[in-house]
Structures are given as C-alpha cells and as structure tokens.
C-alpha cells in the first residue's frame, strides 16, 4: 500500500520559511513525479509545484515562482518544498501526491496524481 506522509507545516509570520517533507513507501519512488498542491478554506486544491523522477524538471505555478523550491532525494524517497518569503495567502493545508502520467514530467492537473498525502497545515501570519 502507497503512503505519502507530509511533515514540516506550522505557523510562521509572514515574510518567514517553511521547509515541507513528503516521505513516501510502498511504490518505486525514482519511477513517479512528484508534485505538491495546496488548498485553503472555502477554496479549490491548486497545483503549486512538480519535480520529475530525477529532479532535473521542475515546475512552478506562479504564485510559488521566484519563492518556493521543489526538490527530492531518491535516495531517500523523500521530496521537499522549500518555501521562503511566506504570505499569508500562502496559508493552506498542503499536500504531496504522486503521479505515472506524462513521464518523468508529471502534470501539473490534480487529477492526475492517484497517491496523496494527508496534508500539513501552514498558516502564515501577517
């Protein structure tokens, strides 16, 4: 059974960093994209970042250009999201999920990521 388990979430005033943690097991981990989404109260869940499987691609949505960093470590079966200069619009539960589809790109489309994660609160203070 796939698990993704995130970490790393918390309160953090704005202008502060956060760095999140996915772990995930159960599947070959190099062979999937992983992405990180995001979706705060009374909102849609929204694509914020995906890495390929070795972490040579990335992409961003604008909101997390030029202040969010998506990394991973195979070795570790882990992936990252550095995020820096925090808004309080950044405010979200914050989800890892994996992806087959277009390989070794991912989608940026949540709809196409079959495993997710429980999701880590972050809420940024003004």
């Known amino acids: 059974q796939v698990q993704l388990v995130e970490s790393g979430g918390g309160l953090v005033q704005a202008g502060g960093s956060l760095r999140l943690s996915c772990v995930v097991s159960?599947?070959?981990?190099?062979?999937?994209?992983m992405g990180w989404f995001r979706q705060a109260p009374g909102k849609e869940r929204e694509f914020v970042a995906v890495?390929?499987?070795?972490?040579?691609?990335?992409y961003y949505a604008n909101s997390a250009k030029g202040r969010f960093t998506i990394s991973r470590d195979n070795a570790k079966n882990t992936v990252y999201l550095q995020m820096n200069s925090l808004k309080p619009e950044d405010t979200a539960v914050y989800y890892c999920?994996?992806?087959?589809?277009?390989?070794?790109?991912?989608?940026?489309?949540?709809?196409?990521?079959?495993?997710w994660g429980q999701g880590t609160q972050v809420t940024v203070s003004s």
């Open positions: 999920a994996a992806t087959g589809v277009h390989p070794p790109y991912g989608s940026t489309y949540a709809r196409d990521f079959d495993s």
């Open positions: 159960g599947r070959t981990f190099s062979s999937y994209a």
């Open positions: 890495i390929s499987w070795t972490g040579d691609h990335t």
